[in-house]
Structures are given as C-alpha cells and as structure tokens.
C-alpha cells in the first residue's frame, strides 16, 4: 500500500488536473441543449477506462448513455460494483456563482464547480485509485464492474432496464457508492441509511384567463389561494404530516439509536450559522438529527402562479401550480404513500377548481447492514485514507439504485462519502475539498485491498 499511497502522492496534481477536464464538460442530463456535453463526459469516462486496458462499454440508451467497464477477474476475491454518476443538475441560480459553474477554480482548498462533489470528484476516486493499483502493482486485488451512468439527476429512467439486461454480467459481492457525505470536515463516515423519496407536481385551474381581482374578487375561486390552502394542509404547525395513514407504517426509533445519534459530535449552533437559521424547526418531539435522517418529511419544492414582476399588480390568477414531495424512511412504501396524497389532494381541492396531478418519481429508503465483513473493511479502509476512523451515520438524501441492486444483484451497498453537507450540491458554488479528493483516492485504493482480504460468501 505504501507504493500505492506514494503514487497517488506524486500523481495529486495529475489527478486533480483530469478532475478539472470532466467538470468543464456542462453534463447537465435534465435538459436537452446540454446533450452533446454530456455524451463527451460520458465518453470521458470511458476513455479513462480503456486507457487502463479494461473492458468497457458505452451502452446507448433511450437517454444517456451508461459507461460499464469490468477490471480483470481475480479467482476467489469478492466482486466489487462501483456505482457513480457523470451528470450534473443544472447550474441555475447563475447570477449567484461567484465564479463560472463549468470553470472550475480552486478557492481555499476547494474545486469550485458544478458536479465537483456530486458526483464527478467522488466518482474519479473509485477510478484513480484502480490507476494506482494498475500502474503500480501491474493489477488490482479484486475484480471491479464500474457502471458510471449519465441521468442520475434526472431520475435514472434508464438505469434499471439496463440492470436487468446486463444482470448476469453485474453478479458481484458487494456495491460501493461515493455520492454522499462525511460527518464533518476531518470525520470521515460510514452512511448506513438513506431516505426514500415520492414526487408530485399539482396544476389548478380556475377561471378561463387572468383576472382583475377587485373587479372579480370574492365571487370565483383564486387557484392560488386554493393551492395554498391545499397545502398548508398537508403538514401541521409541529411538523407532523396530515395525510391519512402517512406515519402507519414507519417505524419508530430504537432508543439505541436515538443514543448513537445524540453521541455524535453535532453542534446545533454550528449548524443553525452553516445554513443561516436563527432556530430549527421540524416534527416536535425529535432531535435535528433524528429530523434529518430518520424521520419523514414533506417539502414544497416549487410553486407558481400570479404575477411575479417587479411592483404590485392586482390580478386574480387563472391557474397556479406546485411541486412537492416527501422524504420517506424505511418500511414506508413509496406507492402507498403516493396513493395517499393522490387521495388527499382530490378530497381537499375545492368546487370551482380543476385540477390536474402529477406522480414524478418514487423510490423507497434503505438502511444496509452494518454488521458484515465488507462494513468492516471500508471502515479500515477510511481510517487508512482519512487518518480518522468513520463515525456510522444516516443521511436524507436518497440514492435509488441502493435499493434496485438490492433487488435486483442481492447485493448491500457501501455509502462511503467524501463530501461535506454544506459542500452546495444543487446549488449555486458547489465545492469539494481537494485534500478529500486525495484522500478519498487513497481510501478507495486501500478498500479494494481490505476487500480482497474476505472469503466469497458463495464460490
Ligand atoms: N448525492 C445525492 C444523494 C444524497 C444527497 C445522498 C444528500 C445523501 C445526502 C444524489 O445525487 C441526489 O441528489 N439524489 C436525489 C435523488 C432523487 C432525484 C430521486 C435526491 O436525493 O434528491
Ligand atoms: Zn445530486
């Protein structure tokens, strides 16, 4: 490991180089004028590949395409999927990036731009540290099959169709993902649990057009105010969810992990400064860990409707329109849920209003096993990397595939993040660190030597 560390050590400028030329690829897969720069990141990617001698593919599909690429076989070590994503969200809101979103730059210490942390920089670890083993050992200690997909941001719609073809080929023993976060900066950590999420989009409409709200006001129904009204329904003033049956299902936490939470170093006002809060706020009765990472949420994510320019303008909309969805955690299921609202919205939209629903996508939480050997050695893996040993935490956000490879391979999935939670992932100024990006290489090349190191469960 020492010649492998010292490798990456003389190859960081390299390294971080590379990372510059995907990140000024504008991969943004949500929107189609950003086509031709995603397929050359995928192409990137694949290139990477090939350059180390191993077999890849870039598989063609109804949208972006899917990079696959498996390192030789080594007889009796377990199999390793590397998951990533080569995509970005778009960059909006522009006028708040200090700098260019596709010109990376580096500010105090950190490679400022869109995809940085999620997930381009996280992903190259998992490949720059098969370039260390390669270039310096001739070979890796397992065998990796990389999927490196492109419309992560923009619901995997072509991910699970491409696993089930390509299943056979996938078998493998253990999945790793870098897509989430430390615990803090130099606190490395483990995520064992992820939230799942449903997605909805609501239109109303009333009146035919827009119209004078003192001429009309007061005799037809507002789909704006309906629209609020609607929603203010949804969640109470203690943050519980009101939809029918929304909480039936979950299950309550176990006080032992209420202590694991509590244990952690969680400084409450650092976080309240970080996000520029006076007081937090969420489901009575829980901490702000316990909110974030074990219970269910409902946020509107957009609304619209009325006018929005400059000045007052005194109008009586015609229609008006949001976007919300709930975080879900385990045991609740997403179509359940889903059914639920659908149900919720037509008993509460009122007479006078028509209204139309949208069911974005879905896709149920996941909490891995803690206790197997694989757990074991990422967190070897880590403290050899980090110099730290990671803390084992849950996080909000949700990662889809975790539970598809689940199903699908029979596989449980390494969350292993290099990022930071306030590192601006879908927002203006996304950051990563360059020394976790370092680290993080270093990790990931230790972790395919402490996988190595375990017995297949099946020959
Ligand atoms: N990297 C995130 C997932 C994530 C975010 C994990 C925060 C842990 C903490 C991923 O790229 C992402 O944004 N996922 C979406 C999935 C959704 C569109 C189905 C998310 O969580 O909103
Ligand atoms: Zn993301």
Same mark, same amino acid.
Not at 62 to 80: L, Q, R, S, W
Not at 173 to 180: E, F, G, L
């Given at each position: 490991?020492?010649?492998?560390?010292?490798?990456?050590?003389?190859?960081?400028?390299?390294?971080?180089?590379?990372?510059?030329?995907?990140?000024?690829?504008?991969?943004?897969?949500?929107?189609?004028?950003?086509?031709?720069?995603?397929?050359?990141?995928?192409?990137?990617?694949?290139?990477?590949?090939?350059?180390?001698?191993?077999?890849?593919?870039?598989?063609?599909?109804?949208?972006?395409?899917?990079?696959?690429?498996?390192?030789?076989?080594?007889?009796?070590?377990?199999?390793?999927?590397?998951?990533?994503?080569?995509?970005?969200?778009?960059?909006?809101?522009?006028?708040?990036?200090?700098?260019?979103?596709?010109?990376?730059?580096?500010?105090?210490?950190n490679?400022?731009?869109?995809?940085?942390t999620?997930?381009?920089?996280?992903?190259?670890?998992?490949?720059?540290?098969?370039?260390?083993?390669?270039?310096?050992?001739?070979?890796?200690?397992?065998?990796?099959?990389?999927?490196?997909?492109?419309?992560?941001?923009?619901?995997?719609?072509?991910?699970?169709?491409?696993?089930?073809?390509?299943?056979?080929?996938?078998?493998?023993?253990?999945?790793?993902?870098?897509?989430?976060s430390q615990f803090a900066k130099?606190?490395?950590?483990?995520?064992?649990?992820?939230?799942?999420?449903?997605?909805?989009?609501?239109?109303? +409409?009333?009146?035919? =057009? *827009? #119209?004078?709200?003192?001429?009309?006001?007061?005799? @037809?129904?507002?789909?704006?105010? $309906?629209?609020?009204?609607?929603?203010?329904?949804?969640?109470?003033?203690?943050?519980?969810?009101?939809?029918?049956?929304?909480?039936?299902?979950?299950?309550?936490?176990?006080?032992?992990?209420?202590?694991?939470?509590?244990?952690?170093?969680?400084?409450?006002?650092q976080f309240?400064d970080k996000v520029g809060?006076?007081?937090?706020?969420?489901?009575?009765?829980?901490?702000?860990?316990?909110?974030?990472?074990?219970?269910?949420?409902?946020?509107?994510?957009?609304?619209?409707?009325?006018?929005?320019?400059?000045?007052?303008?005194?109008?009586?909309?015609?229609?008006?329109?949001?976007?919300?969805?709930?975080?879900?955690?385990?045991?609740?299921?997403?179509?359940?849920?889903?059914?639920?609202? +659908?149900?919720?919205? =037509? *008993? #509460?939209?009122?007479?006078?209003?028509?209204?139309? @629903?949208?069911?974005?996508?879905? $896709?149920?939480?996941?909490?891995?096993?803690?206790?197997?050997?694989?757990?074991?050695?990422?967190?070897?893996?880590?403290?050899?990397?980090?110099?730290?040993?990671?803390?084992?935490?849950?996080?909000?956000?949700?990662?889809?595939?975790?539970?598809?490879?689940?199903?699908?391979?029979?596989?449980?999935?390494?969350?292993?993040?290099?990022g930071l939670d306030d590192d601006n992932t879908?927002g203006?100024n996304e950051k990563f660190s360059?020394?976790?990006?370092?680290?993080?290489?270093?990790?990931?090349?230790?972790?395919?030597?402490?996988?190595?190191?375990?017995?297949?469960?099946?020959?």
């Open positions: 490991m020492q010649e492998i560390e010292q490798y990456l050590t003389d190859h960081r400028a390299r390294n971080e180089n590379e990372l510059f030329e995907l990140l000024r690829m504008a991969s943004v897969s949500t929107d189609s004028q950003y086509a031709a720069e995603v397929a050359k990141a995928g192409n990137w990617v694949a290139d990477q590949f090939h350059a180390m001698g191993f077999t890849t593919e870039v598989v063609q599909t109804k949208g972006h395409p899917i990079v696959y690429a498996e390192t030789p076989a080594v007889a009796g070590a377990p199999i390793v999927l590397v998951y990533g994503h080569y995509d970005v969200q778009p960059p909006d809101p522009l006028d708040e990036w200090i700098s260019p979103p596709f010109e990376p730059v580096v500010r105090e210490g490679v400022v731009a869109r995809g940085a999620d997930d381009k920089g996280q992903m190259l670890t998992h490949i720059k540290s098969a370039q260390a083993w390669m270039d310096t050992a001739g070979s890796l200690p397992v065998q990796i099959k990389y999927v490196i997909e492109g419309e992560e941001e923009c619901g995997s719609s072509n991910l699970e169709p491409f696993l089930e073809e390509y299943r056979d080929r996938l078998a493998c023993d253990i999945a790793v993902i870098s897509d989430t130099n606190q490395p950590a483990i995520t064992y649990g992820l939230k799942g999420i449903v997605y909805f989009e609501v239109f109303l +409409e009333g009146p035919k =057009q *827009d #119209l004078h709200s003192g001429t009309f006001g007061g005799s @037809v129904y507002n789909p704006l105010n $309906a629209l609020t009204q609607m929603l203010a329904a949804f969640v109470d003033d203690q943050g519980r969810i009101q939809i029918p049956g929304f909480y039936d299902d979950v299950v309550e936490l176990e006080q032992r992990e209420r202590d694991q939470f509590a244990a952690l170093p969680f400084n409450e006002q309240k809060v006076d007081t937090v706020h969420g489901e009575a009765g829980y901490t702000t860990l316990e909110r974030r990472w074990a219970r269910p949420t409902l946020d509107i994510n957009g609304i619209w409707g009325g006018y929005q320019g400059e000045g007052a303008k005194t109008v009586l909309p015609g229609k008006s329109g949001a976007k919300f969805s709930c975080r879900l955690v385990p045991n609740q299921e997403p179509e359940k849920i889903g059914a639920a609202i +659908e149900k919720m919205l =037509q *008993d #509460l939209v009122p007479n006078g209003i028509r209204m139309e @629903v949208k069911h974005h996508h879905g $896709a149920p939480a996941v909490v891995v096993d803690l206790d197997s050997p694989y757990m074991a050695a990422a967190a070897r893996a880590i403290e050899q990397g980090f110099g730290v040993a990671p803390v084992f935490i849950r996080e909000g956000g949700s990662i889809p595939v975790v539970t598809v490879l689940r199903d699908l391979l029979g596989v449980d999935t390494l969350l292993l993040g290099w879908h203006p360059l020394e976790d990006f370092y680290r993080g290489t270093k990790a990931s090349a230790s972790l395919w030597q402490e996988i190595s190191k375990i017995k297949r469960a099946v020959e």
